[in-house]
């Protein structure tokens, strides 16, 4: 969580940079829901850049993007659930995250802010049936008088395993 963030539009989220460390849930909109991820996967919130159509990838995974020298698969978020696309792209941003030792993006319609549970639970996802393991619905918690969906992170795994694991390339210390 501590890596340097670089470029005009990346928002440092580290626990270190945050004034309130209690604040454990970053907050964003798909569709008109709240929903919110751990900070602690959190890496940067970034403005979309150019994506790479992948062939035979689930539907939801917009494309791959080259991020800093390492390839990002893109989630659309507004494709998981089921919606239409953005009315408003320019206010989209991504999320990128950590899962499994890797980097993924979600791409959400606007960020809201990071906050914190005050203290309450996160209350089990309500069960829906037929689909449930594949909602991603972690829980459930409040925030400013609103129900926000927390996400299992770990769902995006699935969707983005098959994509090629491509980092940058660093060089052994002391090396010249």
Known sequence: MSKALRGPHAVALSKQDRPDPQKSLVGFVVGGIAYAVPISVVREIVNPVPLAEL???P???AGVADHRGEIVPIIDLRMRFGLAPQSEPRKSKWILIEVEGRGVGLAVDRMTEVFGKGGAEIKAAPQLGAGDDLRGIAGVTTHGGTLTFVLEVGQFEALTRHIPDVR???SPEGAQ
């Open 55 to 57: 062939p035979h990838a």
């Open 59 to 61: 539907a939801c995974v």
């Open 168 to 170: 940058p390339k660093t």
